[in-house]
């Protein structure tokens, strides 16, 4: 794992040991740079595989190939021995090295040789190219600038801006975007002209020209099915090999333990791989109502080498530092757990696997279920009913919508208006517009009534009528940029903050494709979610700990909301004179805003958080009022 950086069109290395100076927390481990006829390309190294031969740049055996990488290529070892066998001579047996050669052999279609997490940039003396690529599913992140034939890209936006040439102009339609969905969707980002490279996509820059195209998508449902039983045997199967194969490293690896299945039945298959205990690592919150007992009975139950820690108001502290990390305004809250839970595991290990991916492949979030049982409404009682049905959820007590309400918050007024929204969006065959209204945190029309910045609307898009082909429907979506954009992206940035490789077996390439093909009989149904995990959680761990009901990982915000640390931020962001000054919200719409969070609003809270958020980013990566912190 590293941090990536390169130019072209520069006369000297300088520049790229600049954009290495500040990703250095992403590659303690050594720092190298190649530069030729106005082209460098470096890397700041984490070491993982092959420790003492895997230095950064690269090259081939006549050196016109140079590469610098970051992730983790797992079939490596399979991809030396026929290389070999094709007549390449291997100096090391690291994964970077990989990638120069069968680059050489294959050219740009390599990446679909390639099984694992990885962005990397090839510098191609013989053709005076350079070619980037990045992962099918964006585990890895990779961003570029280009103009007047130059181009620069690195693992992380701030690594661009130490190039003058890059303003530091913001992007107001991204902003718009951030305040909908609490990050930023790609494959745009909050600074005008760099772009993220999209997941699956390659891009070649020879003759001062930039192109991308898309090597790779989700497949579609297939409904040629082999009988249930043998699907559950492949997805058990796959699941398998591929929590083995995300252990791999020549360093000691861990876990991320919650209570929760996904992560349970992922450690228990790291135990059975690995003859000592394994060491994990769970978080819970001041004043309890979290999951640390039933994380601390899994472990005990597993036998594992179990360490946890408790997430304070007094951690509120460390938010203008987790900003400086995060690159792009993240503004969910469990950002600061995840960050101290990464911190916590960095002292003990270099590798960390997590149970991130299982609840977009699987089904698992409460959306899914409310949008699956949004359209058995819908084709039960039609459109007119669910307009009405919207109706009369407006007129509800919202101390009644609270029993249904599956987080330890209040719903409050925002989220009654926001139910009824929803039962009414249901008389209208959008899939795509049920979607984002459940996840919004502004939606587009209270963004519009509160700002004059445009409010997003997707495309709209119609369900697809098998219940099979809907599921997959409404879990592709979350490809487009939750994933990659939002829970892979506060992924990496926590655990590269802290020099930590943090790997996700549940979105091994292999079972993403297996599961996205597969019926909704392995992932969602109208009574229960991740079927499939489930099953197989119900062979091979506890009962007692298979049959535990879901539980969201939410950080209780609302408690927090009445501490010094908490009121600090919100002084240094969100006075009255600094929102006027930057112009995106009428001051009259945040002061309601943080009036609605102080009386334990849920939405409210979360509204406020993100706002902070983004206030800080403005501060820090615009304004350069803050410094790194």
């Known amino acids: 794992m590293c941090g990536i950086a390169g130019s072209v069109g520069w006369d000297d290395a300088a520049l790229v040991e600049r954009m290495l100076s500040v990703l250095v927390h992403r590659g303690p481990d050594g720092t190298g740079v190649y530069a030729a006829d106005g082209v460098a390309v470096g890397a700041c190294r984490l070491a993982i595989v092959d420790i003492a031969g895997g230095t950064q740049p690269v090259a081939n055996e006549d050196g016109a190939i140079r590469v610098v990488f970051n992730g983790e290529i797992y079939n490596h070892a399979a991809l030396i021995v026929e290389l070999g066998r094709l007549g390449h001579r291997f100096r090391s047996r690291c994964d970077t090295e990989v990638i120069a050669h069968a680059y050489e052999e294959w050219g740009e279609d390599c990446v679909r040789h390639f099984s694992g997490m990885f962005a990397f940039a090839v510098y191609d003396a013989r053709r005076c190219r350079v070619f980037l690529a990045r992962d099918p599913i964006g585990i890895k992140p990779l961003y570029y600038w280009s103009s007047g034939g130059r181009l620069l890209f690195a693992s992380e936006v701030k690594a661009l801006l130490e190039a003058p040439v890059v303003e530091r102009r913001v992007d107001e339609t991204s902003v718009a975007r951030y305040l909908v969905h609490r990050y930023v969707p790609g494959p745009a980002t909050l600074i005008e002209h760099?772009?993220?490279?999209?997941?699956?996509?390659?891009?070649?820059?020879?003759?001062?020209?930039?192109?991308?195209?898309?090597?790779?998508?989700?497949?579609?449902?297939?409904?040629?099915?082999?009988?249930?039983?043998?699907?559950?045997?492949?997805?058990?199967?796959?699941?398998?090999?591929?929590?083995?194969?995300?252990?791999?490293?020549?360093?000691p690896c861990g876990a991320f333990l919650s209570g929760g299945l996904d992560s349970n039945l992922m450690v228990a298959r790291m135990v059975r791989a690995r003859s000592g205990p394994v060491p994990t690592f769970s978080i819970g919150f001041e004043g309890g109502d979290d999951e640390l007992n039933a994380a601390r009975a899994s472990a005990e139950a597993l036998g594992t080498e179990h360490h946890e820690l408790v997430c304070r108001a007094s951690d509120l502290k460390l938010l203008p530092r987790i900003v400086w990390h995060a690159d792009l305004p993240l503004g969910d809250p469990i950002v600061l757990p995840a960050f101290l839970l990464a911190r916590e595991a960095a002292g003990h290990v270099k590798v960390v696997l997590t149970g991130d991916g299982a609840d977009e492949l699987l089904g698992g979030y409460f959306f899914h279920r409310a949008m699956l049982w949004g359209r058995f409404a819908r084709r039960l009682v039609g459109p007119a009913v669910c307009t009405a049905v919207g109706a009369a959820v407006a007129r509800m007590p919202v101390r009644a919508l609270?029993?249904?309400?599956?987080?330890?918050?209040?719903?409050?007024?925002?989220?009654?208006?926001?139910?009824?929204?929803?039962?009414?969006?249901?008389?209208?065959?959008?899939?795509?517009?049920?979607?984002?209204?459940?996840?919004?945190?502004?939606?587009?029309?209270?963004?519009?009534?509160?700002?004059?910045?445009?409010?997003?609307?997707?495309?709209?898009?119609?369900?697809?009528?098998?219940?099979?082909?809907?599921?997959?429907?409404?879990?592709?979506?979350?490809?487009?940029?939750?994933?990659?954009?939002?829970?892979?992206?506060?992924?990496?940035?926590?655990?590269?903050?802290?020099?930590?490789?943090?790997?996700?077996?549940?979105?091994?390439?292999?079972?993403?494709?297996?599961?996205?093909?597969?019926?909704?009989?392995?992932?969602?149904?109208?009574?229960?979610?991740?079927?499939?995990?489930?099953?197989?959680?119900?062979?091979?761990?506890?009962?007692?700990?298979?049959?535990?009901?879901?539980?969201?990982?939410?950080?209780?915000?609302?408690?927090?909301?009445?501490?010094?640390?908490?009121?600090?931020?919100?002084?240094?962001?969100?006075?009255?004179?600094?929102?006027?000054?930057?112009?995106?919200?009428?001051?009259?719409?945040?002061?309601?805003?943080?009036?609605?969070?102080?009386?334990?609003?849920?939405?409210?809270?979360?509204?406020?958080?993100?706002?902070?958020?983004?206030?800080?980013?403005?501060?820090?990566?615009?304004?350069?009022?803050?410094?790194?912190?």
Not at 402 to 428: E, I, Q, S
Not at 595 to 603: K, S, T
């Open 194 to 251: 760099v772009h993220a490279l999209p997941p699956g996509h390659v891009a070649r820059f020879d003759g001062g020209t930039l192109a991308v195209r898309a090597y790779w998508s989700p497949p579609e449902v297939s409904l040629d099915h082999a009988r249930p039983a043998d699907l559950q045997a492949e997805f058990d199967e796959r699941f398998d090999r591929a929590v083995q194969t995300w252990m791999r490293g020549d360093v």
């Open 402 to 629: 609270d029993c249904l309400f599956r987080y330890p918050a209040y719903l409050g007024a925002m989220g009654r208006v926001r139910a009824a929204a929803y039962a009414r969006l249901l008389a209208h065959d959008d899939v795509r517009a049920w979607y984002e209204h459940l996840r919004a945190l502004f939606t587009p029309e209270e963004l519009a009534a509160a700002t004059a910045l445009g409010a997003p609307i997707g495309r709209p898009m119609a369900g697809e009528t098998g219940r099979d082909r809907f599921v997959g429907q409404m879990l592709a979506l979350q490809f487009d940029d939750w994933l990659p954009d939002n829970v892979l992206l506060r992924l990496d940035r926590v655990s590269m903050a802290h020099g930590l490789e943090a790997r996700v077996p549940y979105l091994d390439q292999g079972l993403v494709e297996f599961l996205a093909r597969s019926p909704a009989a392995l992932k969602l149904g109208m009574w229960g979610d991740k079927l499939a995990a489930r099953r197989y959680a119900r062979r091979v761990l506890p009962l007692s700990i298979a049959r535990r009901p879901k539980r969201a990982f939410y950080a209780p915000l609302e408690r927090y909301l009445d501490t010094a640390e908490f009121a600090e931020l919100e002084r240094m962001t969100l006075d009255e004179a600094r929102v006027r000054r930057r112009g995106y919200l009428h001051p009259t719409v945040v002061r309601a805003v943080r009036a609605r969070a102080r009386r334990g609003e849920f939405l409210a809270a979360k509204q406020v958080f993100a706002l902070i958020v983004l206030e800080l980013w403005h501060m820090m990566y615009v304004d350069r009022e803050l410094g790194a912190a």
